[in-house]
């Protein structure tokens, strides 16, 4: 499975001229700018905020949707990876405690790596994945 968090976004100017930035995915996930700059800047927070919440609620991150011609809004790479960890943890079936006994590590140490607040280092959400039989790979688009 590849799992992949690119959302596309509607931009709109609203009544008194801001861009209200809205991703039709992630129900809630709306938030606006002074321009559009601000505006796609507003939506990557909003957007890792969102996945948080689902991660947060123990729920499904919704996947997106094509772009069809939208702007794509993405999360940063540490909240990309701990989402593609939270999703490989759900489909594997695989908790807490048995991914620690995999990584010789303990169950608190799992717990962080899921936590979108915690700064885990990218190498240990690299193993944890490895672990579950995935791989990380990091791309780098043209903005």
Do not use: W
């Not at 009544?15 to 809205?22: M, S």
């Not at 540490?78 to 303990?106: D, H, P, S, T, W």
């Amino acid at each position: 499975m590849r799992s992949r968090f690119a959302y596309p976004i509607e931009l709109q100017a609203d009544e008194d001229g801001r861009v209200v930035a809205r991703m039709r995915d992630l129900p809630g996930a709306v938030t606006d700018g002074a321009d559009r700059s601000e505006a796609l800047r507003e939506a990557a927070d909003a957007l890792e905020e969102a996945i948080a919440a689902c991660m947060a609620g123990h729920e499904d991150i919704p996947r997106p949707s094509p772009a069809r011609g939208r702007a794509i809004v993405v999360p940063g790479t540490l909240i990309a990876a701990k989402a593609a960890l939270y999703e490989a943890m759900r489909e594997k079936g695989v908790g807490n405690v048995e991914l620690g006994r995999r990584l010789g590590v303990a169950e608190t140490e799992i717990r962080r790596c899921i936590d979108p607040r915690h700064a885990t280092r990218i190498s240990r959400l690299d193993a944890a994945l490895a672990a579950l039989g995935r791989r990380l790979i990091v791309t780098v688009d043209a903005a």
